[in-house]
């Protein structure tokens, strides 16, 4: 299902709600958003840490010190 026809089916799907059902889906949402959000950055920091990268944070770290 292509990504136009999944936008069409939420769109018609939505037509039937009341208001109160769709604050409940867009916080649903919302919280997925979070969640996945928050799963991607815990992969990231595990790949950083696995490959011995240095992350964004070190770098801001080192300059930082380097600059006092």
């Known amino acids: 299902m292509g990504i136009f026809d999944q936008m ?9 709600m009341d208001p109160s059902q769709m604050k409940e889906l867009v916080a649903q949402a919302k919280e997925s958003q ?12 595990e790949e950083i840490k696995n490959r011995g990268l240095v992350s964004k944070e070190e ?9 006092n």
């Open 8 to 16: 069409k089916m939420a769109g018609d799907m939505m037509k039937n």
């Open 34 to 45: 979070k969640m996945l959000e928050d799963q991607i950055k815990k992969i990231v920091n």
């Open 59 to 67: 770098v801001e770290k080192i300059i930082q010190e380097k600059s």
